[in-house]
């Protein structure tokens, strides 16, 4: 598939041919949904913890005599039946993530940019440098459209440009590297640049 190439300042620079097996096919949610799942999963700390009955601050005396008060049998205040007690069975630190193939993870990359692309999301752009000045970027930005966008650069991403987009609400830059499926998803525009494609291209053969 071709798209036109453009520039920051909206002017033209030609066209590129896009590879059908990275953005031609068609966008499978049962995919998308396990990678970002996977995704999400591995980012989650895990750190939740309660206190058991061994680490609640009560005395471990027992609260009254075994026989003859004609109520139940307890020991101390720590057990979970009693408020503040230890809680039985609660959770613990442990990691959230599970396993997904390189190849699926690959998989799910190119359907996530298939689906920008057959949304008419896609812009391919010529190349992201700035002079660095916040005010003359966000400018452009404005008059391209972008609202809630991310660029993917080449394998490394231009620093005077990553410098003036830093503080642009909604652009998010990312080398090629970074790509991933939920950041793309989660953006109404999908920005790539002529470099960012050829590795993106290079990375997913």
Known sequence: MKLDVIKLDGGKAGSVELS???FGL???ADILHRVVRWQRNNAQAGTHKVKTRSETSYSTK??????GTGGARH??????IFRKGGIYKGPTPRSHGHELTKKFRKLGLRHALSAKAKAGELVILDEAAAEGKTAALARQVANLGW????VIDGASVNETFAQAARNIDGLDILPTMGANVYDIL???????TKAGVEAL???LK
Not at 75 to 80: I, K, L, M, S, V
Not at 186 to 192: A, E, N, S, Y
């Open 62 to 67: 027992k609260i009254y005599r075994q026989k």
């Open 201 to 203: 291209e290079a990375r």
């Open 20 to 22: 059908e097996d990275l």
């Open 26 to 28: 068609e966008p499978r």
């Open 75 to 80: 020991g101390d205040r720590n057990a979970p």
């Open 147 to 150: 609202k809630r966008a991310l």
């Open 186 to 192: 989660k953006r109404d525009t999908l920005v790539i």
